[in-house]
T-cell receptor, first 115, second 113 residues
Framework: EPEVTQTPSHQVTQMGQEVILRCVPISNHLYFYWYRQILGQKVEFLVSFYNNEISEKSEIFDDQFSVERPDGSNFTLKIRSTKLEDSAMYFC?????????????FGPGTRLLVL | DAKTTQPTSMDCAEGRAANLPCNHSTISGNEYVYWYRQIHSQGPQYIIHGLKNNETNEMASLIITEDRKSSTLILPHATLRDTAVYYCIVRGLASGGSYIPTFGRGTSLIVHP
């Protein structure tokens, strides 16, 4: 069964450094998402991406964040200058079509630790 | 999306059926009920969804009341690996990829031996 993959599984970085989290969505999917989950808290939406542009973003997704689909397969989340509070699990998800019956599939996540 | 209410936690004996309730009294006619689960530190996993009729797949059954104001996810023979947080999400028609599921706290299901 096709699945969403994410790399790396774990990332440790120093505060102020840039990180890039990578995702390979399911190959024929058209909509892509990033979520985060701070330890012990809810899964929070960050951004959705369709047709090579951001379609929606939450208030969490401020100027330090950016997303890109650099080629036909990867979908990346860049955090420009990490802060301690960016430590979280980051999940990528993809969706085939924007219908109410369409299922969103999530990747296994990247655990980011900012020191 | 309609708001959902779930119990904070439940437990179930291994091999027995786990019945997880969800209230969605403000659901509208074109909104689907989705269930996901999240095993510790993993990504949310799709389980099942439905609109009006009861649904069954290899993982679970979904029973939706006739008025659609509540539903129950049934894991017919729970195993220890079913220990997870279960999320009930109600979603409507999306346009332009703007669908954003809102994850609440869900129900923490513990399956014990």
């Amino acid at each position: 069964e096709p699945e969403v993959t994410q790399t790396p599984s774990h990332q440790v970085t120093q505060m102020g450094q840039e990180v890039i989290l990578r995702c390979v969505p399911i190959s024929n999917h058209l909509y892509f998402y990033w979520y985060r989950q701070i330890l012990g808290q809810k899964v929070e939406f960050l951004v959705s991406f369709y047709n090579n542009e951001i379609s929606e973003k939450s208030e969490i997704f401020d100027d330090q964040f950016s997303v890109e689909r650099p080629d036909g397969s990867n979908f990346t989340l860049k955090i420009r200058s990490t802060k301690l509070e960016d430590s979280a699990m980051y999940f990528c998800a993809s969706l085939l079509l924007a219908g109410a019956q369409e299922t969103q599939y999530f990747g296994p996540g990247t655990r980011l630790l900012v020191l | 999306d309609a708001k959902t209410t779930q119990p904070t936690s439940m437990d179930c004996a291994e091999g027995r059926a786990a019945n997880l309730p969800c209230n969605h009294s403000t659901i509208s006619g074109n909104e689907y009920v989705y269930w996901y689960r999240q095993i510790h530190s993993q990504g949310p996993q799709y389980i099942i969804h439905g609109l009006k009729n009861n649904e069954t797949n290899e993982m679970a059954s979904l029973i939706i009341t006739e008025d659609r104001k509540s539903s129950t996810l049934i894991l017919p023979h729970a195993t220890l690996r079913d220990t997870a947080v279960y999320y009930c999400i109600v979603r409507g028609l999306a346009s332009g990829g703007s669908y954003i599921p809102t994850f609440g706290r869900g129900t923490s299901l513990i399956v014990h031996p």
